[in-house]
């Protein structure tokens, strides 16, 4: 074997082995389009003229595409191989060292609205819509993997003064620390943060005025500010509309407010790689302020967690849309079931700076392949424009699958993902050319 990059050992293999959870359902890893799948364009600035759909995902994303080999070297791609490439591929692998990575626990930060129309009645029995919403949080967290992190912010939390048409009162604060569970790993059963998280929800008081973009300024600042690794997630639930602009403005009972703003902060996230679920309860179809659920499936689908086949406009909306439920309490528990159930699969692994003798692992020179439960083999691409669709990426020293790859990995229960670090791309250069 040829030295790799000069070092003295004549060999450098990283290898990591994922082995699916399976199939994820309706959400699946989620589709992270910005613009529906190319079937609508969508303007950050408004969520009130757009008419875009998401598309479904097709068995060609789990099966892999060759597609337009040249512009897939900088947009990411999968490649399927032939077991001549695949052998030119391997043969071509420093051999001797290696490493073991495992894949990165996600992070998730939710928002929740605790406002006075919570306190209505929920569909389908069960008490009033908090009464609900509480108590499929407690039974969602209670089923959540421990490795997951996970804070709260529920809101508003501070009373504020209800202003009329033409007479808006001044709201220094609507939110505080009071409403916060800062991110933590759960941990196991009966942990510190289980615990924590289960009575902020319990003592809940609900209040007036829906200060949504404050919240998720608020929650977006708690989950930035942990340090630990792993895919981020944004999760809001509300009824629908929000009443009060950022900073806390005037609260009406009746008037919602410009959602624009908000989508941008949604946009601005997800251009971070943290991406945004929506849950829409029952009374954001109808609410004193209007149907509000276009704005929620724009900040789903802006957000990267669109539900496949959705449109903004519905019927079939692009956030989890609880207002035609019969059952409100079943819809919320199989909605934050799929979320969470997408959480746990997000397909990020940690590499480590160096090898184990201080090699330096050179980036640049790293392959991903996956090998389907059919036998098949495929060459993901390294995405670079930062779109990551298909393929992966690099996230400082995260290997993170595009949430395509990553569906079509986790729905395939035999898949198993294998990273190397090779002493050259000669192999791959030849199958690009």
Known sequence: MRPCNGAPLPTRLLVLMLIAAGPLGA????????????????????STEIDSTAGETSNETETGTTGDIVDAVDGGGLVELTEVQLDAIVGNECTGLSIEVEKIPAVLQMVVDVSLSMDDPAPGGGGTKWDVTHQALLD?????????????????????????????????????????????PLDAPGSAQRALLAEKLNNVELLLGTPTHDAYNFGLAALNSYDGPGDRFMLLITDGAPTQLVDCGPAYSDQAVDTAPIVETITGAAAENIRTFVIGSPGS??????????????????????????????????????????????????????????????????????????????????????????????????????????????????????????????????????VSLECDNAAIDDILR
């Open 27 to 46: 959400v699946g890893c989620s589709d992270e389009d910005k613009n529906g799948n190319g079937e609508g364009e969508i303007d950050p600035e408004s």
């Open 140 to 184: 969602a967290i209670d089923l959540i993997p421990g490795s997951i992190a996970v804070g709260l912010q529920t809101y508003p939390n501070l009373s504020v003064a209800l202003s009329q048409p033409g007479d808006p009162q001044p709201n220094p604060g609507c939110l505080s620390e009071s409403g916060n569970v800062s991110v933590a």
């Open 285 to 418: 179809e109808q609410g004193r302020a209007g149907d509000m659920r276009e704005w929620l499936s724009h900040a789903a689908l802006i957000g990267g967690t669109a539900l496949p086949g959705c449109s903004l406009r519905g019927p079939d909306f692009c956030h989890f849309d609880m207002s035609q439920a019969d059952n409100f309490s079943l819809a919320l528990a199989e909605g934050l079931g799929a979320i969470t159930q997408s959480v746990s699969d997000s397909c990020s692994f940690e590499v480590p700076d160096a090898g184990i003798a201080g090699e330096t692992i050179d980036k640049n020179a790293t392959s991903v392949l996956v090998q389907w439960g059919d036998g098949r083999s495929s060459l993901a691409l390294r995405d670079t424009s930062g779109s990551c669709e298909e393929g992966w990426m690099w996230n400082e020293t995260e290997i993170v699958l595009c949430p395509s790859t990553c569906a079509a990995v986790n729905a395939d229960p035999r898949a198993t993902v294998t």
